[in-house]
């Protein structure tokens, strides 16, 4: 079992940047590939980026591509999303999720999820 918890959500302006963490406990983090979703009302969880458990592979939605940037730190268990040039179409849920198999950005693929945290971005 591998339990999520995300962090550093909040309300900015277009144009600036934020950070969300995603820390994790239990199970044995460094043989899962982690990546983040963001999810709006009433539409399906949208992929956003994805790191491979050495953190040496990434791949980012075209929306994100050039603006946002995945990483990793194994030894303390945390995945962060550094969220630069913001805009209003950003604004979501946000989760982190653990995959076992490999890099997909099909959510149905993923193992564990955090609860979500809120990120909106005003124009």
Known sequence: QVQLVESGGGLVQAGESLTLSCAASGGDFDRYSMAWFRQIPEKEREFVAVV???????????????????????AKKVTDLQMNQLKPEDTAVYYCAADREGLGENPGNYDYWGQGIQVTVSS
Request: aromatic share 18%.
């Open 52 to 74: 491979s458990w050495s953190g040496r592979i990434t791949y980012y939605a075209d929306a994100v591509e050039g603006r946002f940037t995945i990483s990793r730190d194994n």
